[in-house]
């Protein structure tokens, strides 16, 4: 029952996503005639140099704002695991969790609002003219990247027992040499995930950044969204499967790295 | 002087008082037990004197030296941790060189004090490995000697039997011992188990609430326990509560004791009575020192038995019978005795 | 304690400037008056000598006043229960489907709800494009066998069908969570104590689950209530759900005060969810 349940459930996970990787290859735009293997979806896309800019700039933005979360999120979870009670502990928690549970529109609106708000003092105070665009997206999306690098690394410190970090100083570890020794090797797999988690959500937000984005930047998800608005064509199929590639790749990767610590563990000397 | 001095200390977490103005005094080179049970206050001292938790009243004192305000690792202390708190990511050898290092010793002498600590604990062989790798009983030698290697005057160990099943406990305390004797520091446990306090120190702290309730040789405790609480504590001791008659006799448990208790007819006072103590007898009892009863419940425990008898005045009194006799069953009347000396008045 | 302080104060002061104050913003600007300007809203409090009251409650009212906002928010929390509740009737027996494989098999299994979440949301509404528009996959296959073809894109089902998709895994993952930690002793007891496999499930095991269903059902309701992007691309032009609305108003008409308004109701909205979110998650 319960497997048969599953199987139905990857299937409609797994089905949409197939029949337009397959469609990727075929020569013909016509989704259910299979008009001969072909890459040239693949060599428009490599051709089309708004695409190519567009992905050039989303993942610019997605690394640097995934790096900004990654260690602005990593001193929040951390703060919010390790530094027991503090004046305003409360605020920071609810506003560190608030981009996870706040709607897509409603973050993009709100920061845009702020945006233009300094914009404008920036403006009176100083004189700057200042734009939007990849940089507003970037800050954008560190926020929400900060917020997921938070719960994980938070999580990951709440699950180990404190009494490493006892221990350690315990042993004549001052407070650095305690986190540098041993609290951030035992974070660094949750704050890497964090970082893939935080630089994927870049990779694929196309609400926020229309919001906070200047006529300047138009990341890859907005060309996209735009491409799907009038019709799907065949170089979004060609895109999606090279997505999908990475994604495959990363978590092969992953597994492979995972399954080799733990083999290493099992065969003794290490 | 002493190893170290606790002198009025006071720890509140929130509404619980954890400790209630607690003294103590360990010795150079002792193995002093803190017994108690759990929220009696005996991890809280501990971490009080690591440094783990700031006391809200009271002096520590290392050696003479007052440890307020030092940091952890400023302190000449070495702790081994209930779940051993091994570092993962690390191996054996860096697991144990990891206090050397923070001495910034060089790396010769820093490899040769980590090989003999590990041979000193029979590990020697294991020292590649990660603590995942190894056995209960291995990790929690790898933990001591961890503690151990920077040889501190004193070493505090909380539960460090804990986690070890049973046939690997009392070995485990053998070693403890040797290890203890061997480095000449002086060690604080923390443990619940009494076999265990009782068979590993020198000297005994029962905690009750937050306070010693009785320090002292573990002969001593058992045979001469102060209060109720801890012969009741120790080797689950009968308490009677009973009056001294007008000619002298102790009235308790329906039947009338002679011991020397110093006190004035009227007095009342508690006795604790040990289950070995206490003896079958035949035939009609005695004046004094014994009381008759019906046995209630029997309980095989390997070397021997333990029956709950009542008696008239509805106490419910432990004894422990010898295996070599197969006692009455159930529901028979018995009569007991004991030694004037095996009654022990208790003060508290 | 001031190394303790140096360390909160970048997330601290992030979080203000880019969490706190942009949705304090959000509520000042709800209460101004749209204007022609740039940017087109008159800050609701002016300085002459004094602060002076120059806002207007008109956005605010409008969401009262006028029906096509209150249906919106309506048809919102709609769309996001139907689409919450479908993906946690598909999620429970892929779950427990998860949780009875072999354990060598939990985490593949478990990666392969995963992937398509990293496979990117856009790609994934695209390929229901292909399948659903007029000359797509399925109406090829009607072809193929003479039928007339169906109109299925920007139709409700089309709508759901990619809500559905991308949500999933939000409401397998807590669920497949509680069913590979629970104590699979107090299923032997209450089989033991006589109950059938189907009596053991609906008096143990569902019951023991239920904090985890609502953690999957809120997890997503909470963003699909906001939706934009689904509606958008397969949702039928008359499904203005809130986000679409808030959407058109902004980016449209340009009434940004009335735009942040719809944020602030659609807030309000979630509150409640929100808040019993983060009961269940801080459940230990």
Redesign the interface.
Known sequence: ??????????G???A??L??VG?AFSAGR????WGGFSLRWFAALAADERMREAAWLSLRIAAGSATLAM???G??G??LAR?GV?R?RA??GA?????L??????TG???L??F??AQ?AAERWFGWRLGRGAATIL??HA?VG?AYV?VVVQSRLAGL?R??E??????????F?VFR??TL??IAPSLAAGWLLAF?LS??D??VA??VSGPAGTTL?ML??SA??V??TPE??A??TL??AA??L??GVA?LIFARISSR?AN??? | MALLRVEGLSKRFGPTLALDGLDLEVRPGEFLALLGGSGSGKSTLLRLVAGFEAPDSGRILLQGRDLAGLPPPARPLGMMFQNYALFPHLSVFDNVAYGLRREARPRAEIARRVAEALAMVGLEALAARRPHQLSGGQRQRVALVRALVKRPPLLLLDEPLGALDAGLRERTGFELRALQRATGAGFILVTHDQAEALALADRVAVLDRGRVAQCGPPAELYERPASRFVARFLGAANVLEGRVAADGAVEAAGGRLALDHGLAPGGALALALRPERIRLLAGPPPAVNAVAGTLRELAYRGDGWIALVALADGTELRVALPAAAAPPPPGSAVTLGWDAAALVPLAG | MMRRLALLLPPYAWLLLLVAAPVAILLVVALAEAGPGVPPFLPPLAWDGGPVWAGSLDSLRALVADPYYAEALLRSVGVAGVTAALCLLLAYPMALGIAAARPAWRLPLLLLVLLPFWTGFLPRVGAWIGILRDGGWVNGVLAAFGMAPLRLLFTDAAMFLGMVHAYLPFAVLPLAAALLRRDLGLEEAAADLGAGRWVVFRSITLPLSLPAAAAGFLLVFIPAAGEFVIPELLGPPEAQLIGRVLWGEFFQNRDWPLAAALAVALLALLLLPIRLFQRLDRRP
Do not use: C
């Open positions: 029952m319960s497997r048969l349940g599953l199987a139905l459930g990857l409609f996970l797994w949409p996503i029949l337009l469609y016509i989704p259910f005639q260690l602005l999120g001193l929040a951390w703060a530094f503090f305003g605020l920071f506003l560190a969790g608030a981009p549970v706040l709607p897509e529109v409603v609106l709100s920061l609002l702020l233009v708000v404008g800050l954008a926020t900060l938070a027992d009494g490493l006892e221990a350690a100083a315990d042993l004549g570890a001052g407070p040499t020794t041993i090797p035992l994927t990779l694929d196309v609400v229309s919001f998800p996209v969204f799907l608005k019709g799907l979004v199929n895109l999606a997505i999908l994604a495959g990363a978590t597994g563990g003794g000397a290490g």
